[in-house]
């Protein structure tokens, strides 16, 4: 499966000679959203991996199995934006 790409041109993780990470860029994007559940692509630069968060519960799956630190900034991210706004958001960047 490929995602589309992102139009940011700054790389995703940038690392030191002692192997500590400065920077993480991950883009999102909401593509489905019914009443039980919420569909994001995200990724960077490509935004080639899904996840669905259950709206009742605010829980998240990600569709390739991998819940790895990416997978779980976005779930964390998303759930905060639509606790402070009410509405699932409709895109956005996670930056660390």
């Known amino acids: 499966m490929t995602g589309t790409r992102s139009a940011r041109t700054a790389p995703e993780k940038t690392w030191t000679h002692r192997g500590d990470g400065m920077a993480i860029l991950l883009d999102f994007e909401k593509v489905r ?3 039980r559940e919420v569909e994001y692509t995200f990724g960077y630069p490509e935004m080639d991996r899904r996840l669905v968060i259950e709206k009742a519960s ?5 569709l390739d199995g991998n819940e790895d630190h990416n997978y779980w900034a976005i779930v964390n991210k998303v759930t905060r934006l ?3 706004e009410a509405s699932w958001p409709e895109r956005g960047v996670y930056a660390a």
Do not use: A, N, W
Request: aromatic share 10%; proline share 0%.
């Open 33 to 35: 959203e019914d009443q």
């Open 58 to 62: 605010q829980r998240g799956t990600s």
């Open 82 to 84: 639509f606790r402070s």
